[in-house]
């Protein structure tokens, strides 16, 4: 690793000698892979230890070929990084009852799937990505996950300004110079200098800015890096609670996880994960609460007459299994909001570029209903209503490449695919042939033969 003279000067005084040679001597090692269960699709095994800051979280001995494991893309588990998972210990001591979740800068979805597997039941996520192309990854990998009471927008920061003291809790996981990812990361060693870093500095400060108006007062902001560097990390963490007001708050850390405290002598409380004192990456954390006192404020509804629901939708009847969801219209989709929060989900729809949310349900076409894929995902799919066919692991694949299938025993019309007893998608039997609905902008792009 290359690193430029300005970085170890900078890094050597930071840490100290001890901690700077510990820290080269782990990042000249090949770095650890590590993996997170979802609690609410069981069927993913892994050995290895626990990440002990998580309790879904697991060391693999070596990185596998995940795409060619089809519970990878059902939304079993996703693959993270273990120094980021540590957000579950704000979320176990701070989060104990419903509340609105905002992770702006979500991509590609590490930490808005933690927290969504976290969050008490009745809240509302939503998980925003400015970056087009990263925007569409983050969205696929929420649907994947499953969970029914989520938002995924791609807009920039400043765009949330409508909605004042919207948010209970923010995440802004901040574009930074990314030093701590040096070991994973040949590119961001090759583009860090002294400016850039000043750069991130002053895109950090606009960030927090234009978002800290959609905090409530009393509200939690989670501010993180996966930086090294004082500029972005302990400087910023007193810049937001001396120019923003706000408090930093502890968070239960166990001594044997070897997580590092302020380095600059400062008195805030926060957060560093150094390899060779953490198995993981680097990465920094600071929990903020913002001064004052309020609930968070209720949306105006968007001045629209509601779309009426095609005759068709009679036969949705039963689709979930939780009838605290509305049906609404979307184009040519039916899609479910759950109820409690459909006026603050079209307040995010009016204003904001929503890439998905609820349960996408169904396309209606010459009043038929065809189910669309994140259905299949849901956690809520009543899978009573739809026949099952389970497949082989060459069988599923062949499914994800988006091939056609001849299942000879399937049943005519729609069916769910299923893999290890896990849903996988669905696709239609018309007899002569079987039509693969998987989503053509997800099928696996890898040729079999190499995964």
Not at 202 to 225: A, E, F, K, M
Not at 377 to 386: G, I, K, P
Request: hydrophobic share 40%; charged share 20%.
């Amino acid at each position: 690793m290359n690193l430029s003279s300005e970085f170890i000067e900078q890094t050597r005084s930071l840490f100290g000698e001890e901690r700077y040679a510990r820290f080269l001597d782990d990042v000249a090692r090949d770095p650890v892979v590590s993996v997170r269960l979802n609690p609410a699709k069981p069927g993913a095994e892994w050995g290895g230890d626990c990440v002990p800051w998580a309790a879904q979280g697991r060391y693999i001995a070596s990185r596998p070929s995940f795409t060619a494991d089809p519970l990878f893309h059902a939304g079993c588990y996703y693959v993270q990084e273990a120094s980021s998972m540590f957000l579950e210990q704000v979320m176990r001591r701070y989060v104990d009852a419903p509340v609105r979740m905002l992770d702006l800068c979500a991509a590609p979805g590490g930490k808005s799937t933690h927290a969504i597997s976290l969050l008490p039941e009745g809240s509302l996520f939503v998980a925003n990505e400015p970056m087009p192309l990263r925007a569409a990854v983050l969205a696929e990998n929420i649907i994947k996950w499953g969970s029914p009471s989520t938002v995924v927008t791609r807009n920039e920061p400043a765009d949330f300004a409508p909605f004042k003291d919207f948010f209970d809790i923010i995440v802004v996981d901040a574009p930074c110079s990314g030093e701590g990812m040096f070991r994973k990361d040949e590119r961001a060693v090759s583009m860090w200098s002294p400016s850039n870093v000043k750069t991130c500095v002053s895109r950090q400060h606009t960030i927090l800015s234009d978002i800290w108006g959609s905090l409530r007062p009393g509200g939690l902001l989670v501010y993180s890096t996966c930086t090294f560097n004082r500029h972005e990390d302990e400087d910023m963490v007193a810049w937001i609670c001396d120019e923003l007001g706000a408090e930093a708050l502890p968070v239960d850390v166990e001594p044997q996880w070897g997580v590092t405290g302020n380095l600059v002598g400062g008195n805030e409380p926060v957060y560093r994960f150094i390899p060779g004192y953490t198995k993981g990456e680097g990465f920094f954390l600071a929990l903020l609460r913002k001064d004052g006192d309020a609930p968070v404020s209720q949306p105006r509804p968007p001045r629209t007459k509601a779309a009426p629901l095609p005759k068709a939708c009679k036969d949705m009847k039963g689709w979930l299994t939780s009838d605290d969801y509305t049906l609404t219209v979307d184009g040519e989709n039916i899609v479910a909001l759950p109820t409690k929060h459909q006026m603050a989900i079209a307040a995010l729809q009016a204003r904001l570029k929503v890439l998905h949310c609820g349960v996408p349900m169904a396309a209606v076409k010459n009043n038929k209903l065809l189910p669309m894929h994140p259905l299949a995902m849901s956690t809520l799919l009543n899978r009573d209503v739809f026949p099952m066919v389970e497949l082989s692991c060459e069988q599923a694949l062949a499914y994800l490449h988006r091939e056609a299938l001849s299942i000879p025993t399937a049943p005519m019309g729609v069916i769910l695919f299923t893999y290890k007893n896990v849903p996988l998608g669905f696709a239609k039997n018309v007899g002569n042939r079987v039509n693969n609905l998987y989503p053509a902008e997800w099928r696996i792009r890898k040729d079999p033969m190499e995964l």
